[in-house]
């Protein structure tokens, strides 16, 4: 049943014992909507705690120190920013058990009893800050700072193409709330480990062109992860943006091998080119301009070279 934030904020004051899920390969979005809702709720007397499935990237941590350790045997499941419970790896079958999904992505499974969805939202923390804002709980520091890694993260600093009024008018209503947005965008977009610098530098070597250079292709062997030390999957996953960023390339691609015969795919496409519809051929999905999709049982070339051609195929019929 798809429902508004205010019926959301209804069901979230009338009920209690929340165990909030985030998904797999955790993005700014999913922790910034984790942390901020499950703050919210502490502030309400509510019990409630933010899980991952997957380890969280440790430049993220300032999100959960002010979250509360509560334990307690939770009867009703929120996954936020996630669009289908399979982003949910090994917590699958929790996140099917779903009282309310709180997400952007347009191709969103409505698993969950409650679905309050809006695909033209920059972020899903745009959502989750409409129900805390229904829920009567101040926006402080702590709240804001949640809010804003997920609104700036998702949108490339504000500067994708899914930025809208709102995202900012939301963005600065957290900066008079006390985000620490000046840090927040530094570690988010500036500063980089070293390990992320040696990773960058030899993944680099990897580029590969097709379509007269219109299209960049990255790969990521594992071979080469783990031969550096000092990085984890926030480094991996940065990867994916930097074929986009090479001066006439309309896609960019990153295939990262994740275990033998297993590969994600990233990509990364201009206005013209809609990155969901051609992950969406692979079983896949995402955003216009950023979408993913994974390939079993092959290799890392036939997987750039399906892939790829896809891409092509794409750009051609523009």
Do not use: W
Request: glycine residues 6%; negative net charge.
């Amino acid at each position: 049943m798809k429902i508004n934030a205010e019926q959301a904020a209804d069901f979230l004051r009338e009920n209690d014992n929340y165990l909030i899920l985030m998904h797999n390969s955790p993005d700014g979005d999913t922790l910034g909507c984790g942390s901020a809702l499950c703050i919210a709720l502490q502030k309400l007397k509510k019990k409630a705690k933010a899980v991952c499935p997957e380890e969280i990237p440790h430049r993220f941590d300032y999100l959960f120190k002010p979250v509360e350790k509560q334990e307690f045997e939770y009867k009703n499941v929120i996954c936020v920013d996630v669009a289908d419970t399979k982003l949910l790896g090994e917590m699958k079958a929790v996140g099917d058990t779903a009282e309310l999904a709180i997400d952007h992505h347009s191709f969103h499974k409505e698993y969950a009893k409650r679905t309050f969805i809006e695909p033209d939202s920059a972020a899903a923390c745009e959502l989750v800050y409409a129900v805390i804002k229904e829920l009567g709980v101040a926006f402080d520091k702590d709240i804001a700072n949640g809010i804003y890694t997920g609104t700036a993260t998702d949108t490339g600093c504000f500067k994708h193409s899914n930025v809208t009024p709102r995202t900012h008018i939301i963005a600065a209503e957290m900066i008079e709330s006390g985000a620490d947005y000046s840090s927040i965008n530094y570690s988010m977009f500036v500063v980089k480990t070293l390990g992320r610098i040696k990773l960058e530098q030899e993944a680099l070597k990897t580029v590969r062109y097709f379509a007269e250079g219109k299209v960049a292709v990255l790969t990521v062997p594992l071979a080469l992860v783990n031969s550096i030390s000092d990085i984890d999957s926030d480094d991996i996953g940065a990867l994916a943006n930097i074929p986009r960023e090479i001066a006439g390339v309309e896609v960019g691609i990153c295939v990262k091998e994740k275990k033998e015969g297993e590969y994600k795919v990233s990509l990364r496409t201009g206005d013209s080119i809609d990155a969901a519809k051609i992950s969406a051929q692979f079983g896949g999905g995402g955003h216009a301009r950023a979408a993913g999709c994974s390939f079993h049982k092959t290799t890392m070339e036939k997987t750039v070279e399906t892939i790829a051609n896809a891409c092509v195929e794409a750009l051609e019929k523009v």
